[in-house]
């Protein structure tokens, strides 16, 4: 599966961005999700991630109530809706699939989008 993330850009704190990630290839739907992001200086983190039906979500703490993941398998689309932007979460945002069970091995990663939160 190929995946492009999109949606990124320059706001100002407390704004709103929603990020999308589009795939092609076969068996999308098959797939766990994943947000990671990745900011000057630091590790890659995880942002959230969601099963393969969307019935279930993980959220690092730092955006728990401010950042929402959804997909549409229809769609073969997946999106990140982020409210009240924090300069924190400035850093480039990939999008990432893969399987696995008890842990997803994310084995496909978008090429990634930057978000800049400016005070």
């Known amino acids: 599966v190929q995946l492009q993330a999109s949606g990124g850009g320059s706001v100002q704190v407390g704004d709103s961005l929603r990020l999308s990630c589009a795939a092609s290839?076969?068996?999308?739907?098959?797939?766990?999700l994943g947000w990671f992001r990745q900011a000057p200086g630091k590790e890659r983190e995880v942002v959230a991630t969601?099963?393969?039906?969307?019935?279930?979500?993980f959220y690092a703490d730092s955006v728990k109530g401010r950042f929402t993941i959804s997909r549409d398998n229809a769609k073969k689309t997946m999106y990140l809706q982020m409210n009240s932007l924090k300069p924190a979460d400035t850093a480039v945002y990939y999008c990432?699939?893969?399987?696995?069970?008890?842990?997803?091995?994310?084995?496909?990663w978008g090429q990634g989008t930057q978000v800049t939160v400016s005070s």
């Open positions: 290839g076969r068996s999308f739907s098959s797939y766990s």
């Open positions: 969601i099963t393969w039906g969307g019935g279930d979500t």
């Open positions: 990432a699939a893969g399987v696995g069970i008890p842990s997803v091995r994310y084995d496909y």
